[in-house]
């Protein structure tokens, strides 16, 4: 015989029943953290040429300014590090807005500074 949904509902929540809302609220952020990794993963190991171009294109970037600064990552290999998040750090790190770190990417400056800051491990 099919259970209700009613029945169901009571069933499955059964060992949330006695949880406070804090503890509701972790156990919710607990198991979000469980559902969304996997694509997290999928994201930092799995990316191309026009990904890449597509997030730049996202962030402002023209269509050929994206794909001189993708070229210069591929030729700097640093694909897997991500071109937004290269173009973000040199802003970061320089006091640049997004768009004049990108275009001084793309003219070939701060490549030394994102070799010694990846290659040093520490972003």
């Known amino acids: 015989m099919e259970q209700s949904i009613e029945t169901s509902f009571e069933e499955k929540r059964k060992h949330l029943i006695d949880l406070s809302d804090e ?3 972790e156990h919710f952020w607990k198991l979000a953290e469980e559902i969304v990794q996997p694509l997290l993963d999928l994201g930092h190991e799995y990316t191309s040429p026009s990904i890449e171009r597509s997030v730049l294109l ?3 970037f023209s269509s050929i300014e ?5 070229n210069r990552v591929i030729q700097n290999e640093l694909m897997g590090k991500g071109a937004g998040h290269i173009v973000y ?5 320089n006091g640049l807005s997004v768009r004049e770190a990108g275009l001084k990417l ?8 994102m070799g010694q800051l990846f290659n040093g491990g520490h972003e």
């Open 23 to 25: 503890q509701l609220k």
């Open 58 to 60: 996202r962030m402002g």
């Open 66 to 70: 994206a794909t001189e600064i993708v």
């Open 89 to 93: 750090l040199v802003a970061k790190k």
């Open 106 to 113: 793309a003219e070939g400056s701060y490549w030394d500074q």
